[in-house]
């Protein structure tokens, strides 16, 4: 092999190592960007601390419990705003990080969007301004609209809501118990009501979640 055939195979394996070393790169690149994208908003698990839940754990730190309960009805599919419903779906409504504070009788609770499915996309929404009405109500049809802390976040195309609410009691508050000797619990159900064109949260409930249905299991979260 004279001198010129080396050089061109050299150039040929120096180009071959700079193609494969930007594919892999291009590979890891989008792999972190599309892992990055996909992590939700740092609210979405947050405790949220109010001064009556602060007080609470610095009274009795060894007996102060947050628990955490599994929500089985989570997920609903809605359609971009301005399309029938169930005409395309695809659009993520869900519930998530169902906590507990029997201290303070408080229910922590997350909620996700895509912002395509809000009628008013444009709006700046804050935690003063909410792009939906949510409130709670139990078997009895008791209603629970009184939170004490709320935040709001949008990460890229997502919305999300982290709420706080008050006087919320899982255990029936007549005392009865099961067969096993346990308080018997209650169930509540979430409701949302959108903000309409208008400005105004609309009459029609746009959706609902089970969030509760008296399942006694729960793990217990760490105060932080």
Known sequence: MNETE??????????????????????????????????DSNIADEILKT?????????DPANFEIRQYEITDWYKSKSRAGEAENDKGGKLLSVSELYYIPKTNNLQITVKF????????DTEYSKDKLPF?????????????????VKYDERYSFGYIRICFDGISLEKED????????????????????MGENGE???????????????????????K
Not at 51 to 59: D, Q
Not at 201 to 223: A, H, L, R
């Open 175 to 194: 005392g009865s118990l099961d067969e096993d000797g346990s308080p018997k619990m209650k169930s509540y159900e979430m409701y949302l009501q959108m």
């Open 6 to 39: 080396e050089k061109k195979t050299s150039n040929a394996k120096k180009l071959f190592k700079a193609v494969a070393f930007s594919i892999i790169l291009a590979v890891y690149i989008i792999f972190f960007i599309r892992f990055f994208i996909s992590c």
């Open 51 to 59: 001064p009556e839940i602060i007080a609470a754990y610095e009274e």
């Open 133 to 149: 009405k949510i409130y709670l109500e139990d078997e009895e049809r008791n209603i629970y609209n009184m939170f004490s802390s």
């Open 114 to 121: 895509n912002l395509d499915i809000l009628k008013n996309r």
């Open 201 to 223: 949260y609309e009459d029609e409930v746009y959706d609902q979640f089970s969030i509760y249905t008296g399942s006694k299991n729960y793990k217990k979260i760490k105060y």
